[in-house]
């Protein structure tokens, strides 16, 4: 059974840095691509950055310069340093891991970690 699991959330005043971590388990294969997505109230889910098992790094345009993607693929481990936070960064943030072979692709989803920006 494949495990997602976020941690790292929590609340952080304007301008502060947090750092997220999510794992996952029991995968059997390579996972292609890890990363993270938020969703804030009333919005739907966006993307916020991307890592392929390669080290390519894919961010949306509201996080980049601020947000640090990583991943360590020993560990199915990828983090997101957050940097220069705004109000906006506001969400529940959700853990995404994507294996591609064997097809079909599988995607997996953590619970998510809220992340709350004061100002």
């Known amino acids: 059974q494949v495990q997602v699991v976020e941690s790292g959330g929590g609340l952080v005043q304007a301008g502060g840095s947090l750092k997220l971590s999510c794992t996952a388990s029991g995968v059997r294969f390579n996972i292609d691509v890890m990363g993270w997505y938020r969703q804030a109230p009333g919005k739907p889910r966006e993307l916020v950055a991307t890592m392929t098992l390669g080290g390519t790094t894919n961010y949306a345009d509201s996080v980049k310069g601020r947000f640090t993607i990583s991943r360590d693929n020993a560990k199915n481990t990828v983090y997101l340093q957050m940097g220069s936070t705004k109000p906006e960064d506001t969400a529940v943030y959700f853990c995404?891991?994507?294996?591609?072979?064997?097809?079909?692709?599988?995607?997996?989803w953590g619970q998510g970690t809220q992340v709350t920006v004061s100002t």
């Open positions: 995404h891991a994507r294996v591609d072979y064997p097809i079909p692709p599988q995607y997996y």
